[in-house]
């Protein structure tokens, strides 16, 4: 299985890589394929697909943002059962954050990931078994993952500024020790993510007011 670098929507990977997103997330998750163009470019945007015999089979986005010290995991996609995809993908996430934390000189404070609830949600997931909303809770859970304690809302990436409600915002903390993530830090974070999205649902602004608020967040179970 390789592991191969996406920079360009015109990649024939790329092709495979956004039509497996499609096939697997709800509409309202998936960036159009001409707004790829743009993010593919930046350095600090990571787009990796796992490819076996020339076809995407998964994929994952990431980033690491030094001056925060946390990283994020945007998205994972498995798309086939019984090839250890995921534990492919999760390792050389984690080789690549790893070098990047040394680049540049800093130690990182754990990594961000929106996690569906599967209580919330009723999507298919294009039927893929990994996908499954419990399986994929429980994995992450056993990975360290908790959830912050707060009713998590963030802005649609199809553009049109609907409120997506069916996600906890959780996190992996390099010191599993640790309770309460600083809410600065949080809404810094939300902030510079959700940049990109001009239009901010009422719900998420409420949201981030609330925030700023609150001095620390509480990390619960999932």
């Given at each position: 299985m390789e592991y191969v670098?996406?920079?360009s929507i015109d990649e024939p990977v790329f092709a495979g890589m956004h039509r497996l997103m499609q096939e697997v997330f709800p509409?309202?998750?998936?960036?159009?394929?001409e707004l790829w163009a743009d993010p593919?470019?930046?350095?600090?945007?990571?787009?990796?697909?796992?490819?076996?015999?020339?076809?995407?089979?998964?994929?994952?986005?990431?980033?690491?943002?030094?001056d925060m010290r946390v990283a994020v995991?945007?998205?994972t996609i498995i798309g086939k059962a019984g090839l250890s995809i995921g534990r492919f993908l999760m390792k050389?996430?984690?080789?690549?954050?790893?070098?990047?934390?040394?680049?540049?000189?800093?130690?990182p404070l754990g990594m961000f990931a929106e996690i569906y609830d599967p209580a919330e949600t009723a999507h298919g997931f294009g039927g893929a078994t990994p996908m499954n909303p419990i399986v994929r809770r429980e994995?992450?859970?056993?990975?360290?993952?908790?959830?912050?304690?707060?009713?998590?809302?963030h802005p649609s990436w199809d553009h049109e500024g609907k409120a997506v409600t069916e996600l906890d915002l959780c996190f992996l903390s390099t010191d599993?020790?640790?309770?309460?993530?600083?809410?600065?830090?949080?809404?810094?974070?939300?902030e510079r993510y959700y940049?990109?999205?001009?239009?901010?649902?009422?719900?998420?602004?409420?949201?981030?007011d609330e925030l700023r608020g609150r001095d620390f967040i509480a990390l619960l179970p999932i």
């Open positions: 670098r996406i920079r509409p309202e998750e998936v960036l159009a394929y593919l470019l930046d350095e600090g945007i990571h787009v990796y697909a796992a490819v076996l015999d020339g076809e995407v089979v998964g994929a994952t986005e990431y980033r690491y943002f030094d995991t945007d998205f050389k996430r984690e080789e690549d954050l790893q070098r990047m934390a040394r680049e540049t000189g800093t130690q994995v992450l859970s056993h990975m360290g993952y908790r959830k912050l304690d707060i009713d998590y809302v599993e020790s640790l309770d309460l993530l600083p809410a600065p830090l949080i809404t810094a974070y939300l940049s990109a999205l001009p239009n901010k649902p009422a719900a998420w602004l409420t949201m981030m």
